[in-house]
């Protein structure tokens, strides 16, 4: 596993600003490649070439 803020594997350190929930990830979970990420007003969405998008609405579901 990879962080989705540093794309580092096996990393804990979490930026405080995506602690309080406001920056979406930027690197992808599965494999550590950057993500193109798109915020809009009502939240955010992330794609990764190898694994697809992330939604943050998705997220709000689980």
């Given amino acids: 596993m990879f962080n989705p803020y540093t794309g580092k594997p ?3 350190a979490i930026p405080k600003a995506a602690e ?3 920056e979406p990830p930027r ?3 599965e494999c ?3 993500m193109v990420v798109q ?3 009502d939240g955010w969405w992330a ?3 190898r694994h697809g998008v992330t939604d943050s ?3 709000e579901r689980r």
């Fill in 47 to 49: 794609k990764c070439s």
């Fill in 32 to 34: 550590g490649r950057r």
């Fill in 57 to 59: 609405h998705d997220l």
């Fill in 20 to 22: 309080l929930g406001l």
């Fill in 27 to 29: 690197y992808c979970t």
């Fill in 39 to 41: 915020v809009n007003p």
């Fill in 10 to 12: 096996d990393s804990d």
